[in-house]
């Protein structure tokens, strides 16, 4: 397998996916590559007359099929092939997305697109072991509940990992027995549209899965608004998500899955294993230029060690190799755009403005496309926008604590709740802290999500409500009824 490509000879399925068919369009949205900076394409935009046409779509599948209402089984084998020709067919996935992503081709082969595989297996295997319940009633009755699909779903996913993202969504929706309209980020969208062709190939119905491309403005909005879409499912920023809660509640009212902005504290006790603690703490900021919801931004480390942390931090953010997408060599990733390349700047230089210490980085890179030095702050306080403002880039604070309730203070956001790391070789300080974190997801003495997917990831407070991944995906698809019958 060579990974390695020319990003110009790479043909585009420019267009959208609709009744298992692939509908040429016309792009309206500019699009640059995060890489170079050079435009190479541009992104249609579904009006409500399409995002109608794609919800039909879905709707009449749904009855020819009687997707939901086969042997639940079947479902699990045609999305078992499916997961098969994701995996047969990566090199072809994983170049489309580089090209528009900021996802280097090499972390796709080997993460994000086999991750994709597995996470479709795993959901698929749901379909006939979640089921309905019998309930204890008097003897002189008989009590189920019952749950069903929702029927069409919609999903709107992010760019920053354009693939695995839409398998969180058309994995659970469709093992559940539900069928998708799902619009991808109209900065990466066209690896979305190519995995319906392969769900297509694999025995899928077609019509089951519709891709939308589009903005949020329009495309967005037609899908989260319109009648027949029974759920919605959402992975991006708090403010999108509000909007999106927002237009729900002027047409209606419906059930919805948002995973939404974090800002991710890490506190390191002079116990930890520090070179272990330094290496995850660095390559969790650096993982895809700190572009994930879950990137942990906020450094709290005892004061008696925070030097030592420091330099072992530096010594990994040094070592970064920047590189095209397309380069199979390369192992740090470009910002999604100039214009987020400009916020990520600005905060920064913000932070050094009220008094903060750039340590290191703290300005783009040289070259072509719009890298982002990584950056380390210190001496900053719990107002400053660095601290307080979800980033999206490689850029860490570094704030220090004497005691247990200080370092806990630290880590409270007012605003988000999604994830924390905590690294510290004393079990009941971990055992109490993870308890006592606002945070959906607690990672002790790691920091990032394994492959296992059963647990379930979500945040507290702004940081979004429901569940993705686990058990909880495969059930916030499916309805539930009670059901008591007089014997």
Known sequence: MTLSFDPNTISLPIGHFIGGQFVTATGAIDMRRPSDGNAYAGCPVANEAIVDQAVQMAKTALKTSNWGGIRPRERTRIMQRWADLIEAKAETLAKIEALSSTRPVGHLVAGDIAVTAEQIRFFAEFADKEGSDLVPTDDASFGMIVTEPYGVVGAITPWNFPVSMA???????????????LKPSEMTPFSSIYLAQLAAEAGIPAGLINIVLGDGQITGKAITGHPDIAKVSFTGSTAAGSAIMSNIARTGVKPMTLELGGKSPQLVFADADLQKSAKAIARSILSNAGQACVAASRLIVEASVADEVVTLILNEMRSVRAGPTWDAASQYSPIISERQRD????????????????????????????????????????????????????????????????????????????????????????IRFSRDIQAGTIWVNRYGRSRDHILPTGGYKRSGIGKDLGRDAYLANRKSKSVLISL
């Open 167 to 181: 398998a969180w969504k058309l994995g659970p929706a469709l093992a559940a027995g539900n069928a998708i309209v």
């Open 343 to 430: 916020r990520i700047d600005s905060i920064v230089q913000a932070a050094v403005a009220a008094g903060g210490e750039c340590l290191i980085g703290g300005g783009p890179m040289d070259g072509a496309g719009y890298f982002y030095a990584p950056t380390l702050i210190a001496n900053v306080g719990q107002t400053s926008p660095a601290v307080t403002e979800e980033i999206f880039g490689p850029v860490l604070t570094m704030q220090t604590f004497s005691t247990d309730e200080e370092a806990l203070a630290l880590a409270d956001h007012p605003i988000y709740g999604l994830a924390a790391g905590l690294f510290t070789r004393d079990l009941s300080r971990a």
